[in-house]
């Protein structure tokens, strides 16, 4: 029998618009304080177990990086009980040995957007979360060992630079941010990562490397064809490994992601005022006298 708990999530990048292989499916709409969710997410039973996936662009990929409403997306999945998110995303290769068509399971980031929302707190809630690994440990190895298995090529850490976009760097850019270490350069992983932690969920990115952005003195700068051409030719790839990587996700999760909220509310929680602790209540609920674990959903299904 499937467990009907939706505990893990996958959100789709350019060329993963859509999760293969769910029976059952459902399409939710969900309400949230920050508005509709990139497109619906479809819910389904995959090898018995019941999964969410979201697109995170929306059908024909509509809404550019800057755009994505993160807030609503992951306050919709925090709603549906979602504990594990694997983001699948199209990257550029800021190293020799990553070539296009390998894979990436990234263990550090650098900030490079400007004026994206990236966290749900204020308005009467301070919380600083502990962010030093923005990405799940275990979920990123179970993520590394699956991708391994299902025949890519894998680079187990990196370190990702995420820019705003939708332009692709300048050579200066592209050439500086190797000199910072940069391993990998992408536009959506951030803020993603800060809010899925935030919201106490386990993230890791299977991130597909497309192209070696423009700093390659021999190989072509990068273009969106080329993504696309690239991402797609290893789509079945990148489905392969998600579906085993989902089927050998933890029962009881032994990491810090879980309780990322214990230590790092500062606020007095008698003085948050009501409205905040309504809009938040999926992601504080546990931590509020009587452990209002969440509000009513308001969820439309077709």
């Known amino acids: 029998m499937a467990?009907?708990?939706?505990?893990?999530?996958?959100?789709?990048?350019?060329?993963?618009?859509?999760?293969?292989?769910?029976?059952?499916?459902e399409e939710l709409r969900i309400?949230?304080?920050?508005?509709?969710?990139?497109?619906?997410?479809?819910?389904?039973?995959?090898?018995?177990?019941?999964?969410?996936?979201?697109?995170r662009h929306g059908a024909g990929h509509r809404i550019l990086p800057s755009e994505i409403p993160v807030r609503a997306n992951i306050h919709a999945l925090k709603q549906l009980g979602v504990e594990f998110i694997i983001s699948v995303s199209a990257i550029g290769s800021l190293r020799e040995e990553i070539e296009p068509l390998h894979m990436v399971i990234p263990d550090q980031l650098i900030d490079r957007t400007r004026g994206r929302a990236s966290t749900f707190f204020g308005d009467g809630l301070a919380a600083h979360i502990g962010f030093a690994d923005p990405f799940c440990p275990n979920l990123r190895e179970t993520l590394s060992g699956c991708t391994r298995q299902s025949g890519a090529v894998v680079h187990e850490a990196g370190t990702m630079v995420v820019i705003d976009g939708p332009a692709f760097s300048t050579r200066a850019e592209s050439n500086l941010y190797r000199s910072w270490g940069g391993t990998v350069i992408g536009m959506t992983a951030l803020p993603e990562a800060k809010l899925a932690?935030?919201?106490?969920?386990?993230?890791?990115?299977?991130?597909?490397?497309?192209?070696?952005?423009?700093?390659?003195?021999?190989?072509?700068?990068?273009?969106?064809?080329?993504?696309?051409?690239?991402?797609?030719?290893?789509?079945?790839?990148?489905?392969?490994?998600?579906?085993?990587?989902?089927?050998?996700?933890?029962?009881?999760?032994d990491c810090t992601?879980?309780?990322?909220?214990?230590?790092?509310?500062?606020?007095?929680?008698?003085l948050v005022p009501g409205e905040t602790k309504v809009r938040l209540a999926p992601i504080i609920g546990k931590y509020l006298p009587g452990r209002q674990a969440g509000v009513p959903q308001k969820v439309t299904t077709t």
Do not use: K
């Open 3 to 25: 467990d009907q708990r939706i505990r893990a999530a996958v959100i789709g990048g350019s060329g993963f618009y859509q999760m293969d292989g769910l029976s059952d499916t």
């Open 31 to 55: 309400d949230t304080p920050y508005g509709p969710t990139s497109d619906v997410i479809v819910a389904g039973t995959l090898d018995g177990r019941r999964i969410a996936f979201l697109p």
């Open 197 to 253: 932690r935030e919201a106490e969920i386990c993230y890791a990115v299977l991130a597909c490397s497309t192209d070696y952005d423009v700093w390659h003195d021999t190989e072509a700068d990068v273009t969106a064809d080329m993504i696309v051409a690239n991402l797609m030719r290893n789509v079945e790839t990148s489905r392969r490994a998600v579906r085993l990587a989902l089927s050998r996700l933890s029962a009881v999760r």
């Open 257 to 270: 992601c879980a309780d990322a909220l214990r230590d790092a509310i500062v606020t007095n929680l008698d």
